[in-house]
């Protein structure tokens, strides 16, 4: 009788799970055709383009049609840039629940953003430049807690920018050129994960937030951000200064553009620890000297238009009065103080270096410390406080993504190349023997075209990874940081590097097993070495470096700007594919630009400030009626006999 009972429960509960699958199955059904449904009256609302056509597929799978993108069958992405839309956007785009991507730029689409935007709660990338929407942002955005990237830039905006869009703690890039926004930039700033802000060529007025990311304290949080843009505005006040007590001289920020506002007061001598490689101040009322570490070359054209700035005999820029004012002249009353301190940090120095050689002289023959842990992959003859010692700011030569670059010469000529990482690998025992994995895995490829790993050392708190050292540095360093009067790499040079660096791709993608991606393959990861030979470097290094709780997918989440597909630019495609396929092929992409870069000399990420980047620019340079190949080479490089292999690597 019990396993009657029994085979009755089974076959009830048999029941009630086969009925919850149809259910679902029949939901799934409704939800499916609804946003087929969905997709036709977008297309209807838009007066049926040509450059759609799908209702007169209707009988095909609406995953299949022309700019639409799915994910198990739902939609989640629409990359429909430059299809001659026209009209304003239908409110049905808004019905889609589960889209993360739209693309609607280069159209001419009019009208204003519905209010529903805002409900598209799984949004995170939205490019909706170069139209003609009118009116304000809506405040709805802040609703958008997922958004990664909002390019808003070249349409007919106005309006404040929506505080809260400030607030959104996810987003990473903010684009809003060439629009006619207005009012001031309220805070508070919370976008900590912000790399890029560009707000030029508006109208905002007022004064730069204190807790706006730039100058004051909350940049500090704000570790990411790598280009500021605040340039063609009308904003007003003093830059503010850095707090030197909560600066990180590990940050840096590669664009600061205040250009051409009405900015005034004295330029802050703290912003040299920002680092920048491009700062423009011109065209302000900025007033004052130019602090003594921007009179330098790389500055001269950084303060242009500034009638109020005076400097010591540099560039053309007005004399300053010899004679102290009252700051000066605090600065003398302060001296006395200023030389006890050195001479009392002098003390302390030298005793810190006796102490040091005394430790040093009795553990000699001894073995490190137990919390450093040296792991060697090739026959070395140094030990780990050799590469200790090393670790100084002499010694530093690079900053990258995943970490500080030291050279280091040791003994017998011997140099290498150390990279220190931080702890990004949280205390996870699993991760940290994955890393160890991966390193391993790294650390045993030999390749002529791959930068070898020597070994690495590793701690609780960070990750000493030991390479060969490169003495001619990065292709990037050669195509874009040398001036035109030192040596430039010649056509057969830079043919020879692309054939190197093609080498060392294909062997980690078709002579491994599992094949191994790069992840970010840019100019400045192909490094020469003293006769001009490339190699790669931080091959697989993505990988080894996933930080707990990031699946797969997260981590494979990598690459830099200018050096990516048109959809992995921001990473979506990366989410519903293939991740070791998307992968591989976004190398080759990659690859792609770098030798765009070869053949013109331009930047991967873009000459003018914009956003266009190598790849749009030639395509776009390619497709113009009057195209001469001639004209978009490397001045360097423009010699009829070198033409034809030139034009090969171009096309």
Same mark, same amino acid.
């Given at each position: 009788m019990a396993s009657l009972y029994l085979v009755r429960g089974i076959l009830m509960l048999t029941l009630v799970l086969l009925n919850i699958h149809i259910l679902k199955s029949n939901c799934e059904s409704i939800t499916r055709d609804s946003e087929k449904a969905a997709l036709l009256k977008l297309e209807q609302d838009w007066g049926k383009p040509a450059a759609l056509n799908w209702s007169s597929?209707?009988?095909?799978?609406?995953?299949?049609?022309s700019g639409v993108i799915c994910t198990d069958g739902f939609v989640t992405g629409l990359s429909l840039a430059g299809r001659d839309l026209y009209k304003p956007i239908p409110k049905a785009i808004c019905s889609f629940k589960n889209l993360f991507y739209i693309d609607l730029s280069k159209n001419q689409i009019s009208g204003r953003m519905h209010p529903q935007f805002g409900n598209l709660s799984n949004i995170k990338y939205l490019w909706m430049n170069n139209m003609n929407i009118v009116g304000e942002i809506p405040d709805t955005m802040s609703q958008l807690s997922q958004l990664r990237l909002l390019d808003l830039s070249s349409n007919r905006l106005n309006g404040m920018i929506p505080s809260r869009v400030w607030r959104l703690r996810s987003l990473e890039m903010l684009y809003l050129v060439n629009n006619s926004l207005c009012g001031h930039i309220s805070g508070p700033i919370e976008a900590m994960s912000l790399t890029e802000i560009n707000v030029s060529n508006n109208l905002l007025t007022g004064r730069i937030p204190e807790d706006f990311g730039l100058l004051p304290s909350r940049i500090w949080y704000m570790q990411y951000l790598k280009k500021l843009d605040l340039r063609k505005n009308n904003l007003s006040g003093e830059i503010?200064?850095?707090?030197?007590d909560t600066v990180d001289l590990s940050m840096a920020i590669d664009t600061i553009d205040l250009s051409e506002n009405h900015l005034s007061g004295p330029i802050p001598a703290s912003l040299i620890y920002l680092r920048p490689t491009l700062l423009n101040l011109s065209n302000n009322q900025l007033t004052g000297h130019i602090p003594p570490v921007f009179q330098i070359n790389e500055f001269e054209q950084s303060f242009l238009s500034n009638p109020g700035l005076c400097?010591?005999?540099?560039?053309?820029?007005?004399?300053?009065? %010899?004679?102290?004012? !009252?700051?000066?002249?605090d600065k003398h009353l302060k001296r006395p103080i200023i030389i006890f301190l050195i001479l009392g940090s002098t003390m302390l120095v030298f005793t810190g270096i006796f102490c040091f050689i005394k430790i040093r002289s009795r553990k000699k023959h001894e073995a490190p410390s137990p919390q450093w842990k040296l %792991?060697?992959?090739? !026959?070395?003859?140094?030990?780990?406080e050799d590469i200790l010692c090393g670790l100084t700011n002499n010694n530093l030569v690079g900053r990258g993504g995943s970490g500080k670059v030291y050279k280091i010469c040791l003994g017998n000529n011997c140099k290498i190349a150390v990279k220190k990482i931080g702890n990004g690998l949280k205390k996870d025992g699993m991760l940290e023997k994955q890393f160890q994995a991966e390193i391993g895995t790294l650390g045993s490829i030999r390749h002529a075209n791959i930068v070898k790993l020597l070994g690495f050392i590793s701690t609780s708190e960070s990750k000493l990874l030991i390479y060969e050292y490169m003495e001619h540095g990065s292709l990037y360093d050669w195509l874009h940081q040398r001036d035109l009067t030192t040596e430039q790499l010649n056509w057969p040079m830079r043919m020879s590097i692309a054939i190197d660096a093609a080498k060392g791709l294909s062997y980690m993608h078709h002579d491994l097993c599992p094949p191994i991606a790069h992840r970010d393959v840019k100019s400045s990861n192909i490094l020469l070495d003293l006769e001009f030979k490339a190699k790669i470097a931080d091959f697989g290094l993505a990988r080894a470096l996933v930080k707990a709780g990031e699946p797969e997918s997260i981590s494979a989440m990598v690459g830099s700007f200018g050096y990516m597909a048109p959809g992995d630019e921001s990473h979506y495609l990366l989410e519903f594919a293939s991740i070791r396929k998307i992968n591989l092929k976004a190398d080759v992409y990659s690859f792609g630009v770098v030798l765009l870069e070869l053949t013109t000399g331009r930047r991967a990420t873009g000459e003018d400030g914009g956003h266009e980047n190598l790849a749009q620019w030639a395509w776009r340079q390619f497709q113009e009626d009057n195209f001469q190949l001639m004209d978009v080479i490397d001045e360097n490089i423009r010699d009829a006999s070198n033409f034809r292999?030139?034009?090969?690597?171009?096309s």
């Open positions: 597929i209707t009988n095909t799978d609406h995953c299949d049609w503010p200064n850095i707090p030197l400097s010591y005999n540099f560039g053309n820029y007005p004399m300053c009065s %010899t004679q102290p004012g !009252p700051e000066e002249q %792991t060697t992959f090739q !026959p070395i003859s140094y030990n780990v292999e030139v034009q090969l690597v171009f």
